[in-house]
């Protein structure tokens, strides 16, 4: 059981933002305030294809502010990536970052961002406050509601030889600001809505249940939990309703909030390991391990599991265990699958277990987990 107290030392970071519709327009206007002249334009080709990155490009040019597009990136930004685009910040002079899209554009936009600063591999960066330079000025503009790394210290690059995902927490991955829109994410289709969905929950139920989390951390994290639970499902329904999505937008902004000050825990290392390995969705890995790392947690975190369960659940009076109720929750999403479904294998366990124990999110797990205590979760997701 851990031992918390309200008088342990915490800080609290996060980025200015602006949030509501329309915010994504306000684009050129902090470019300009933020004294960028020459933009590098993150995106994914998917997020160029609905309109989005264009629309963003409208608005520096309405301000006057040339920019290059760079979205050479995949689901899952591997440090190739990054370094690319390092290449095409520095030949383009460029004097600051714009990203628009999901967490992959973001990551890799951060990636980009302290590797010309530092003029450094991304690999060297990986770990905890292992940035000396600070970035170039960063704007985020979200089209999904789940990273969070429009106000997050964190960034996750694939490392493509060791096929594993690195995480680099950093003060200086926060943007400069996010533009929180909830008019993107109309264009989202149902899987990523649900993935990226799961993505939230599980921020802000790690960051809960983590060993560092704060009075500070706690009301974000409780309040996501509860804005999913209430606007997910209702947002697939109606996947163009703007109220809908921002709630959505909101629980991202909160369980980020939560879990950039709190980190995270099991789910967050295995899952890392598991799409480091496979290239899997990562909302959809979290989703496919969160039950089962809270079975194994429980015991070190039982009244903080108990108050999540009590929001999963149906009603004030009707108590659901939380593993059960993270279960039954993603069912009604409709994720049915298991881990071996999805492709993993039982002989890769060991391999997969080795490197979620060396991820930094395992330092803030609320149980000290062995490789062995591992290898029995990715067992059980199986
Ligand atoms: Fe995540």
């Known amino acids: 059981m851990i031992q918390r107290s309200q008088l342990d030392l915490r800080k609290f970071v996060a980025p200015e933002f602006v949030c509501g519709h329309g915010a994504l327009q306000l684009a050129g206007r902090y470019a300009r305030n933020l004294g960028m002249k020459q933009v590098l334009l993150v995106t994914d080709p998917g997020v160029r294809a609905a309109g989005w990155a264009e629309a963003v490009g409208e608005s520096l040019t309405e301000a006057g502010i040339s920019f290059t597009v760079f979205d050479s990136i995949s689901v899952n930004p591997r440090s190739r990536q990054v370094m690319s685009g390092k290449e095409v910040y520095l030949s383009e002079e460029c004097t600051g970052i714009v990203a ?31 940035v000396p330079v600070p970035a170039p000025p960063l704007i985020c503009i979200p089209t999904t509601a789940g990273s969070s790394a429009d106000v997050s210290q964190f960034a996750i690059i694939t490392d493509e030889e060791r096929k594993r995902k690195i995480a680099i927490v950093s003060k200086a991955l926060v943007p400069d600001i996010s533009l929180l ?35 500070m951390t ?29 709630s959505t937008l909101l629980a991202s902004l909160h369980a980020g909030l939560a879990f950039s000050n709190a980190s995270l825990g099991a789910v967050h290392a295995m899952a890392h390991s598991l799409g480091g390995a496979y290239d ?26 108990d108050r999540i369960g009590a929001i999963l659940g149906n009603g ?14 993603r069912k009604t999403l409709g994720i049915t699958e298991t881990l071996a479904e999805i492709g993993v294998r039982e002989d890769a366990i060991p391999a997969l277990a080795h490197g979620a124990y060396a991820d930094p999110c395992m330092v803030t797990n609320p149980r000290n987990l062995a490789c062995e205590d591992i290898e029995r979760i990715y067992e059980h997701a199986l």
């Open 100 to 130: 628009v899209g999901g967490g992959s554009p973001m990551d890799c936009a951060k990636g980009i961002g302290i590797a010309s600063s530092n003029m450094q591999d991304i690999l060297a960066f990986e770990g905890v406050d292992r």
């Open 181 to 215: 829109d909830p008019e993107p994410l109309t264009t989202m289709p149902r899987d990523l809505t649900v993935d990226t969905g799961m993505d939230t929950l599980s921020h802000a139920i790690e960051a809960y249940v983590s060993n560092a989390s704060s009075p």
């Open 218 to 246: 706690d009301v974000h994290a409780l309040e996501a939990i509860r804005l999913v639970r209430s606007a997910l499902p209702a947002a697939l329904e109606e996947p163009e309703d703007l109220n809908l999505r921002f």
């Open 280 to 305: 899997l969705a990562h909302g959809r890995c979290n989703a496919l391990l969160l039950e089962h790392v809270i079975a194994a947690n429980y015991e070190a975190a039982a009244d903080r599991y």
């Open 316 to 329: 004030p009076d009707e108590r659901t265990p939380p593993a059960e109720g993270v279960a039954a929750f």
